[in-house]
């Protein structure tokens, strides 16, 4: 917890002398722009824990509630902790939307590596083999770096 404190929210407290906050506490206290990344952030300690029980989960889902969250993907990440992958796929593809906040390669993207990118759509399950992902992760590097540089 005291890397999270740290590192994920900026705060130079030590995690040992922090009182918990129920989950009405923890929403009067985020502000309604954060309160995604928060659930987030829950179903991340959660994995991270490894933990199946009950109470847990029955705790994540009182804060992600209290946020203003009924999410399906709570369900998503409980199906990947306990499930397995063909489950999550199953129910990724019914509660999956568009993201607003994807990445997209933009105008001035490398033709070539963009080509390559899109080509990962539809490139079958298991296809691509380490070579390919390094290569194209160098590329993706490298023209990261050329902007860099042109800014």
């Not at 906050?21 to 994995?47: C, G, N, Q, W």
């Not at 390919?132 to 990261?144: F, H």
């Amino acid at each position: 917890m005291q890397s999270i404190l740290h590192g994920y929210l900026g705060a130079d407290v030590d995690a040992a002398t922090l009182d918990g906050l129920s989950a009405a506490e923890l929403a009067a206290a985020v502000d309604e722009p954060d309160r995604a990344r928060v659930v987030d952030l829950l179903v991340v300690v959660e994995f991270c824990r490894h933990s199946d029980t009950d109470a847990q989960a029955d705790r994540v889902e009182a804060y992600a509630a209290a946020l203003g969250f009924d999410n399906p993907f709570l369900s998503v990440a409980r199906d990947a902790l306990i499930a397995g992958t063909e489950q999550v796929m199953a129910d990724w593809s019914r509660f999956r939307e568009p993201s607003s906040r994807e990445p997209s390669l933009g105008d001035d993207a490398d033709p070539a590596l963009a080509a390559r990118l899109r080509g990962l759509a539809t490139d079958p399950a298991g296809s691509s083999d380490a070579r390919s992902s390094t290569s194209t992760t160098a590329s993706v590097s490298r023209s990261r770096e050329r902007k860099a540089g042109a800014t």
